[in-house]
């Protein structure tokens, strides 16, 4: 539960990005902001640098083409795992399973999701669905991990269709801060036409 979690039980990738809304990173967001303490600062990724601390980037983000930018100058600042889990305690919706690569949040954050996926009668409803998780440490965990979302396997009529090793998400968030809003525009157009065609 959340009011039993521990800096011990707090643990995020090596290295992200935030701004993703899942649990753990609006903690982490919410505290950095706050010790930054400067009005306009917006944090955007974060790299763990010690068991214990976490150096959170940020500076003032501006809207171009839709897209969050951070163009002038990022500052710093260290937020540590007791720091976060105290966020994570205080923090309503949030609860803390007993590993900390398992967080759900308590007011059905998967519904939510659900409920705002356009049925197929408007015309609009998406064709793809992407998921980051982050892998157990185990071997045979990951190995489970792994053989169920093999290519080609069908989940409810759902098809594996690309799999990767790697944060995609902010792989891409990276990849938007650094080019150009008319080429992130262009490639989202593209996709969106092959997906399509499916």
């Not at 501006?62 to 976060?84: A, C, F, M, R, Y």
């Not at 998967?110 to 793809?128: E, M």
């Not at 071997?139 to 080609?152: E, H, M, T, V």
């Not at 799999?163 to 968030?173: C, K, P, Y």
Request: aromatic share 4%; glycine share 10%.
């Amino acid at each position: 539960m959340m009011d039993e979690a521990t800096s011990g039980e707090i643990e995020l990738s090596a290295v992200g990005m935030l701004g993703n809304g899942a649990p753990l990173t609006l903690a982490l967001e919410a505290v950095a902001i706050r010790k930054h303490g400067v009005d306009g600062w917006e944090p955007f990724h974060y790299e763990k640098i010690s068991e214990s601390e976490y150096e959170v980037s940020g500076g003032t983000c501006e809207l171009v083409g839709g897209v969050k930018k951070w163009p002038g100058e990022h500052t710093t600042v260290i937020v540590s795992v007791d720091e976060l889990a105290a966020q994570v305690r205080a923090a309503e919706p949030v609860e803390v399973a007993q590993n900390a690569q398992q967080t759900i949040l308590s007011s059905g954050a998967a519904k939510q999701i659900s409920d705002k996926i356009p049925s197929r009668g408007d015309g609009s409803a998406p064709t793809y669905l992407t998921v980051v998780l982050q892998l157990p440490q185990d071997d045979q965990g990951r190995r489970r991990i792994y053989d169920a979302l093999s290519l080609d396997t069908n989940f409810f009529g759902a098809v594996v269709t690309a799999t990767s090793l790697a944060d995609e998400i902010a792989v891409n968030q990276l990849l938007e801060m650094r080019c150009e809003p008319g080429d992130v525009k262009d490639a989202r157009e593209r996709a969106a036409a092959r997906g399509s065609k499916v």
